[in-house]
């Protein structure tokens, strides 16, 4: 059975970080390209970094460029976003995903093959 189990996730200050993980099983973790997302209440879901197989990584988009940073643990079956100078506009749900395509391709499609359930950050003004 597939899972990926998302943590880290909880109430922090403007200012704090977080480090969100993402548990992955039911799956050869090392053979797929990672992702994570996110969703605040009233929009769309967005994009915010991927890392492929062996370790490279995607640009962040501007919102969270220089504070978000992803990474993964191949022998943990487990990813990373380390989230530092959290913003009152980074409050939302926070969803990674598995996707067996080679990481090129899934950073142009964001396809994913698996999903997390995710997991909630609320960042206090």
């Known amino acids: 059975q597939v899972q990926l189990v998302e943590s880290g996730g909880g109430l922090v200050q403007a200012g704090g970080s977080l480090r969100l993980s993402c548990v992955a099983s039911?799956?050869?973790?090392?053979?797929?390209?990672m992702g994570w997302f996110r969703q605040a209440p009233g929009k769309e879901r967005e994009f915010l970094s991927a890392?492929?197989?062996?370790?490279?990584?995607?640009r962040a988009p501007d919102s969270v460029e220089g504070r978000f940073t992803i990474s993964r643990d191949n022998a943990k079956n487990t990813v990373y976003l380390q989230m530092n100078s959290l913003k009152p506009e980074d409050t939302a749900v926070y969803y990674c995903?598995?996707?067996?395509?080679?990481?090129?391709?899934?950073?142009?499609?964001?396809?994913?093959?698996?999903w997390g359930k995710g997991t909630l950050v609320t960042v206090s003004s």
């Open positions: 995903a598995a996707s067996q395509q080679h990481f090129y391709m899934f950073v142009q499609n964001l396809e994913a093959d698996y």
């Open positions: 890392i492929g197989r062996i370790g490279a990584t995607t």
């Open positions: 039911g799956f050869t973790f090392s053979d797929y390209a």
